[in-house]
């Protein structure tokens, strides 16, 4: 009899609905998004700054489920030692948490962007013509590993008057859905229209191609990941690109650094955090300051546990040094490994950050003027730097408040995309019945 009722209770229990096919699910998410874009360009600043402060303030009091989400991707991702760096910029802690929650506050002290006339003129005929600041409309931002790309696009998009359509990686499926949903929910709560923060929580590969065609609805694509999904942007793409590809970055220690300089700013850009796209990944060092920086240089390194992979000379200056190959210039390691060669001078250098660099950012450690000055003017990035860590090409650090990127593209915006890189210009003309002769 238990059995014959039991039957009868499965046949009562509703089967989980099929997923919707792929095209009709991007369909659905972009048509809504595109819908809150005209509302979302018409709020206040204060509305808009009241929604960033709810959702720094849900970040941190949903820090544990946050937590539990993330703790889900990184089992599912592994430990093994060749993912290590992945891991870590997968990871969320605490402070981690903490530091996306004063990220969006941070946005809510910058000025509006919206609304700003750099300049306004008068033609001879009597009208009057001027440009105006206004959002970009819809943003899709693809990215991979980091779940802080998520709080810091929605926020980001949010200030500037974008609504912003989100695919992170499948590795961090769990830990953007929740960072997502939670920034949302408060969000939309405070004032905000659906579907301003859009997040594509389906994992399957396919979405992407699909995405990248929705030009009718999506009005700028933001790339941030590695090769695989730089070729499939270039393949798929009916929209238009702002890339934020490899960060192959270079210091050239000059003839006349100041060595204990150069030592702390080297140590700093390649060790304070490894997997980051503005880490150093190789080091040129000039021939004559060679001899007598690079052995200690290598100590602190290597305190630092860092590998060094170097050419002849810095291998018989630095004993436990690897031989570099070819291919360890120009690779992006996203680890502890660190490519060094030992230059004749700053022509040498120059022309190996040409060969070998991504665009990303360049520094030099100098105390010579027309040097450093060359540096800037020659080298081709979207941030050069004299005498400072290539850790700090960052919109925070900029005073740009949280990036969503840092562009490689030499169109719109190039460098850290703050507030202002996500708008774009529009004419305005007051006229007194003006009409064309």
């Known amino acids: 009899m238990d059995t014959e009722l039991q039957k009868v209770e499965d046949s009562q229990i509703e089967p989980e609905p099929e997923p919707k096919p792929i095209p009709e699910y991007v369909a659905d998410l ?15 600043t204060a ?29 599912a991702f592994g430990d093994e030692p060749a993912k290590k760096a992945m891991a870590d910029r997968l990871r969320l802690t605490e402070q981690r948490i903490a530091e996306m929650a004063a990220g969006i506050r941070e946005i809510v002290k910058l000025p509006d962007p919206l609304g700003g006339m750099p300049a306004m003129w008068t033609r001879p005929n009597g009208m009057q013509v001027g440009r105006v600041r206004v959002p970009i409309g819809v943003i899709g931002i693809i990215y991979e590993s980091r779940p802080n790309v998520t709080a810091d696009s ?13 695919r992170g990686g499948s590795e961090a499926i769990h830990s953007n859905t929740a960072i997502a949903g939670i920034l949302a929910e408060a969000a939309e709560k405070a004032g905000v229209p659906a579907g301003a923060i859009t997040f594509v929580d389906r994992a399957d590969r396919e979405v992407v191609p699909v995405l990248l065609k929705q030009d ?50 080297c140590v700093n850009a390649k060790a304070q ?28 390194l290597s305190a630092a546990h860092v590998e060094i992979r170097g050419c002849p000379k810095t291998c018989q200056l630095v004993p436990e040094a690897k031989p570099a190959t070819e291919q360890d210039y120009g690779k992006e390691f996203l680890d502890l ?20 660099g991504s665009r990303h950012t360049e520094a030099i450690i100098t105390s010579d003027y027309a040097r450093s ?63 064309r002769e």
């Open 154 to 166: 929605a926020a980001l998009c949010l200030k500037s008057g974008n609504v912003c359509v989100l």
């Open 47 to 75: 509305v808009k700054d009241k929604a960033l402060s709810a959702m720094a303030d849900a970040l941190e009091a949903k820090t544990e489920e946050l937590l539990s989400a993330n703790e889900k991707d990184l089992d």
């Open 373 to 435: 000055m060359r540096f800037l003017k020659e080298v081709d990035a979207g941030a050069v730097l004299v005498n400072a860590s290539t850790r700090l090409n960052d919109g925070y650090q900029f005073g740009l408040g949280a990036e969503i990127g840092i562009s490689t593209s030499r169109i719109h915006a190039r460098g850290p995309m703050g507030l202002e890189e996500l708008t774009c210009f529009k004419f305005i003309v007051l006229g007194s019945g003006q009409v």
């Open 30 to 44: 972009v048509t809504k998004a595109k819908a809150a874009s005209g509302k979302l360009a018409g709020l206040s």
């Open 216 to 265: 009718r609805y999506i009005d700028l694509i933001i790339p941030r990941g590695g090769e695989s999904l730089m070729k499939t942007i270039a393949e798929h793409a009916t929209i238009p690109v702002v890339k934020h590809d490899a960060g192959v970055c270079h210091i050239y220690v000059d003839a006349s650094a100041d060595p204990a300089m150069a030592e702390s700013i």
């Open 273 to 300: 955090r490894p997997s980051t796209c503005n880490a150093m990944e190789t080091l040129l060092i000039h021939q004559s300051i060679a001899r007598t920086l690079l052995p200690k240089l290598a100590a602190s």
């Open 337 to 356: 490994i660190l490519a060094v060669k030992v230059v004749k001078n700053i022509d040498e250098a120059l022309e190996h950050i040409a060969q070998y």
